[in-house]
């Protein structure tokens, strides 16, 4: 998510049904493409970026 923090509804919801949320992604809705596959860390708070051509980036959140 790109705004927000550990008190928000997504991460509350995540946190529930024990799911990874990375919250606080500067750019998250510019950098993730439909298709795009996923890695999360959701206790490093970093995003995995993987894509066809093998193109790799590594996003964080800045904050755990």
């Given at each position: 998510?790109?705004i927000?923090g550990p008190m928000?509804?997504?991460?509350?919801?995540?946190?529930?049904?024990g799911?990874?949320?990375?919250?606080?992604?500067?750019?998250?809705t510019?950098l993730?493409k439909d298709?795009?596959?996923l890695?999360?860390?959701?206790s490093?708070g970093t995003v995995q970026i993987?894509?066809d051509?093998?193109?790799?980036?590594?996003?964080?959140?800045?904050?755990?």
């Amino acid at each position: 998510m790109e705004i927000g923090g550990p008190m928000q509804h997504g991460a509350i919801i995540a946190r529930e049904y024990g799911i990874p949320c990375v919250s606080g992604i500067d750019n998250a809705t510019k950098l993730v493409k439909d298709g795009d596959l996923l890695e999360l860390d959701g206790s490093a708070g970093t995003v995995q970026i993987i894509r066809d051509d093998c193109d790799m980036n590594v996003v964080s959140s800045g904050s755990k």
